[in-house]
């Protein structure tokens, strides 16, 4: 059962602050991620502590590095159901976590953070892995 | 670990993923919750037993598309208990 949305509204309002883009309907994410071109990180929220004191404050820390996905989407696992049931059949092949970071590229998953690459970590250490994974899968070819 | 807090008060490996090797053919996948004098509590488990194929690749596959989650609380007795390991330390 969702939590009450004044309680989430925070936790919301720290991915739109660092450029996420809120999914918060099974139509948004079929646009979205319908047709996916280009590079893309696709944040699965929580209420969890390890989404507050880890995953959102690490991807905070990793968009400021030079190469960083074109677009940051975000849906909210255990508060908008049926958008992130919808967003984890783009990503099928690995189980749900959350918080967890999906990120591809034309459509394709090139990268995945499940939450036990999250947890027990220090933010700076889950950006740090994030970074490499955008210089490897984001970086444009010169 | 890295020193990082994770749940201040509990155990350090409470809320991680861990995989937990027993002396037996069984391992298991799950989140460590705590230990007592009962065990080890692990929450959302996977299990591998020799059925499911090589050990190794099984958890090599978890580690990176993620647990499939068959109990929602196992107990293993403390002596059954050969090795603990984040799964975020096992490499993809």
């Known amino acids: 059962m969702p939590y009450n ?11 739109v602050r660092m450029g996420a883009r809120e999914l918060t309907t099974v139509a ?3 646009a979205t991620l319908g047709d996916q071109r280009g590079t893309m990180l696709v944040f699965v929220n929580s209420v969890c502590g390890c989404a507050a004191g880890n995953a959102r404050p690490a991807l905070r820390l990793a968009l400021e590095h030079a190469v960083k996905p074109q677009q940051v989407v975000t849906v909210f696992a255990g508060q908008d159901l049926e958008a992130t049931a919808r967003a984890r059949q783009y990503f099928a092949e690995y189980q749900p976590s959350s918080p967890s970071m999906a990120l591809l590229r034309d459509g394709e998953v090139v990268h995945f953070v499940h939450r036990h690459m999250i947890e027990g970590r220090s933010p700076q250490l889950v950006a740090n892995e994030l970074v490499k994974a955008f210089d490897k899968h984001f970086a444009v070819a010169v | 670990m890295n020193g990082h807090v994770f749940h201040p008060g509990h155990h350090e490996l409470h809320g991680v993923t861990v995989v937990l090797e027993t002396g037996g053919p069984v391992t ?9 004098d009962r065990g080890v509590h692990l929450l959302n488990v996977a299990i591998h037993d020799p059925s499911k194929g090589s050990r190794d690749e099984y958890i090599r596959r978890s580690a990176k598309f993620g647990i499939q989650v068959e109990r929602q609380q196992v107990t293993v007795p403390a002596a059954d208990v050969v090795r603990i390991t984040p799964l ?5």
């Open chain 1, 28 to 30: 948004e994410v079929d």
């Open chain 2, 28 to 36: 298991y996948l799950g989140r460590f919750d705590s230990q007592d």
């Open chain 2, 88 to 92: 975020g330390e096992i490499e993809t």
């Open chain 1, 5 to 15: 949305p004044a309680l989430v509204a925070p936790m919301r309002e720290e991915m």
